[in-house]
T-cell receptor, first 110, second 115 residues
Framework: QKEVEQNSGPLSVPEGAIASLNCTYS??????FFWYRQYSGKSPELIMS????GDKEDGRFTAQLNKASQYVSLLIRDSQPSDSATYLC??????????FGPGTSLSVIP | GAVVSQHPSRVICKSGTSVKIECRSL??????MFWYRQFPKKSLMLMAT?????????EQGVEKDKFLINHASLTLSTLTVTSAHPEDSSFYIC???????????FGPGTRLTVL
């Protein structure tokens, strides 16, 4: 089992819809979780971080964390074509290493 | 805040030469810096982790004598690709982290092409 897994893409959603990106991790002791966005040919940029169970909202983005299920998700409301990118989930493990998932490619169709 | 710069953004060099890439945290002190490489349409691959003032920790399979990392201060880390070959052509990205949460902030990346 890989340490951080993300739902395979590419994920296509129509403009204005909700995009749901999922991530699971294997280390139960993980405490810090991050979502990054990476446009093609560019480096990743931090969208948000989450540390406690529940939801965390920032504008159109909502991160959801469920440590019991070892699951973290990112919801993008009112998806825009400019949201088309690869989304990376990152998890800081109990042994102090940040592991990145393989990424999910999102395409928002106008 | 949390700005990381990287220089150069793009470099083309001949096979056998060495290339140095600089990574700077501009508005925070980075206790840890990371170096990644990424091939087209592939995942980030962590190459090494460096802490200020100490030797870098390299990931399995990464040649430390080929990829020299120096983290001389809390705001600067360098990666030197020695005796570069065409297979070293890639997108090299640094990130910097400071504080207990260890959020990583990425530099804009350096695209290396070895002819």
């Amino acid at each position: 089992q890989k340490e951080v897994e993300q739902n395979s893409g590419p994920l296509s959603v129509p403009e204005g819809a909700i995009a749901s990106l999922n991530c699971t991790y294997s280390d139960r002791g993980s405490q810090s979780f991050f979502w990054y966005r990476q446009y093609s040919g560019k480096s990743p940029e931090l969208i948000m971080s989450i540390y406690s169970n529940g939801d965390k909202e920032d504008g159109r983005f909502t991160a959801q964390l469920n440590k019991a299920s070892q699951y973290v998700s990112l919801l993008i409301r009112d998806s825009q074509p400019s949201d088309s990118a690869t989304y990376l989930c990152a998890v800081k493990t109990s042994y102090d290493k940040v592991i990145f998932g393989p990424g999910t490619s999102l395409s928002v169709i106008p | 805040g949390a700005v990381v710069s990287q220089h150069p953004s793009r470099v083309i060099c001949k096979s056998g030469t060495s290339v140095k890439i600089e990574c700077r945290s501009l508005d925070f002190q980075a206790t840890t810096m990371f170096w990644y490489r990424q091939f087209p349409k592939k995942s980030l691959m962590l190459m090494a982790t460096s802490n200020e003032g100490s030797k870098a920790t390299y990931e399995q399979g990464v040649e430390k004598d080929k990829f020299l990392i120096n983290h001389a201060s809390l705001t600067l880390s360098t990666l030197t690709v020695t005796s570069a070959h065409p297979e070293d052509s890639s997108f090299y990205i640094c990130s910097a982290a400071g504080g207990s949460r260890d959020t990583q902030y990425f530099g804009p990346g350096t695209r290396l092409t070895v002819l």
